[in-house]
């Protein structure tokens, strides 16, 4: 046991999200059921399981058609990774006894998923923490990740495509589906097109570097066609605006145009061979430490995003 209490003492290479999984795998009995209880997705949880068996040097789990059973190694390790967090459970109830929480929190994301979470949101988490200050910088994804490891922001909100780097802790994420839309009497909803088709209307978009645009204008050149639309613009709901009054087409995530299509204003578009997915996804270096102010902030937000 003397070792891998050794090598679980090891702060900066072991988060305690990574220990918070495997307990989860162990009381779940199993990989995909610990990643729905967790609101991640299974390969998320088998890349921590093997980052920690690395770490630790040991195997967990034996593995037999499909089932999973813990090693001998593997029952110390949850025995010892219960203890760790119930230390750091008592750790923060202690800190958080405090009058109030406090501090300041540097927060990278997209004008997406800034118009989603800080609207009412924001105001519940203000209203419940009125002394955390919160700074919001909008980025592209390779420059919010290089202001994270560059500890230039505390936390990032990203939208893009699933990212799994071992650097970079996964405090939160969720699946988002992206469509074609267009004014609901608009005549190109009554019938369903080929991508070809649809490209020769006229759009407003997104900028170039918004993640599910690049996805968009890969899937486009793969096919040899271009969309060159009338007006590129940063703000996801300005774009909806322009797409109920007008006969523009747009491509966009159903969150952001979620409530124009409930009151009748926006209808999606059904276009074969087209199909994306993006996630919005909440990150922290592996080597953050954790304030007071980021823990209530991660899990609050991950409860929103789990609604």
Not at 135 to 155: C, P, S
């Amino acid at each position: 046991m003397g070792n891998i209490e050794k090598n679980m003492g090891k702060e900066r290479e072991m988060d305690t999200n990574v220990l918070k999984t495997f307990i989860a795998v162990c009381e779940y009995s199993g990989f995909s059921a610990a990643a729905k209880e967790l609101g991640y997705t299974q390969s998320t949880v088998s890349s921590q399981i093997k980052q920690l068996e690395k770490e630790l040097g040991v195997r967990l789990f034996d593995r037999y058609y499909h089932k999973i059973n813990l090693t001998e190694k593997g029952v110390l390790v949850l025995q010892q990774a219960r203890n760790i967090l119930k230390s750091q459970a008592k750790m923060l109830d202690s800190l958080n006894s405090a009058e109030s929480i406090e501090g300041e929190i540097r927060l990278s994301m997209s004008s997406s998923v800034c118009s989603r979470y800080f609207k009412n949101d924001f105001l519940r988490f203000h209203h419940q923490y009125p002394e955390i200050k919160v700074e919001i910088t909008e980025n592209g994804t390779e420059q919010m990740f290089d202001k994270l490891r560059k500890n230039e922001t505390d936390l990032v909100f990203t939208l893009d495509r699933h990212i799994y780097d071992s650097d970079f802790i996964i405090c939160a994420e969720q699946e988002e589906q992206v469509h074609f839309i267009a004014a609901a009497d608009n005549s190109v909803t009554d019938c369903s097109w080929k991508l070809s088709e649809i490209s020769q209307n006229e759009f407003v978009l997104t900028e170039q570097a918004m993640s599910y645009r690049k996805i968009l204008n890969e899937i486009l050149a793969s096919q040899s066609l271009e969309i060159r639309p009338v007006l590129e613009i940063g703000n996801p709901l300005q774009i909806c605006e322009l797409v109920k009054n007008s006969s523009l087409l747009s491509f966009l995530p159903d969150f952001i145009s979620e409530k124009y299509v409930k009151d009748g204003q926006i209808k999606r578009l059904d276009v074969a061979g087209c199909p994306v997915t993006v996630w919005t996804q909440l990150l922290l270096h592996k080597n953050k430490w954790r304030s007071p102010a980021i823990n209530v902030f991660i899990e609050f937000y991950k409860e929103v995003m789990q609604r």
